[in-house]
């Protein structure tokens, strides 16, 4: 079963990715969706970090 932390960072990512969704679909202004975008990125980036982290305690 995954963590607590686990978790939060995969609610944190749904919910980045549901803002920027509705910043778009809204024709937010590109300020904005350009922001919103980063922090999607930035929660791509710790999901990855996640995995592999996840990945490398299989392996060893």
């Known amino acids: 079963m995954g963590s ?13 990715v549901t803002n920027l969704e509705e910043a778009i679909d809204r024709k937010a202004p ?4 350009m ?9 791509t980036r710790e999901i990855i970090a996640l995995v592999e982290r996840l990945r490398s305690r299989r392996i060893a």
């Not at 607590?4 to 919910?15: E, H, I, N, S």
């Not at 590109?30 to 969706?33: D, Y």
């Not at 922001?35 to 929660?43: G, I, N, T, Y």
């Open 4 to 16: 607590d932390d686990t978790r939060k960072l995969l609610k944190l990512f749904g919910v980045a």
């Open 30 to 33: 590109r300020e904005e969706i």
């Open 35 to 43: 922001k919103l975008d980063q922090e999607v990125a930035e929660r």
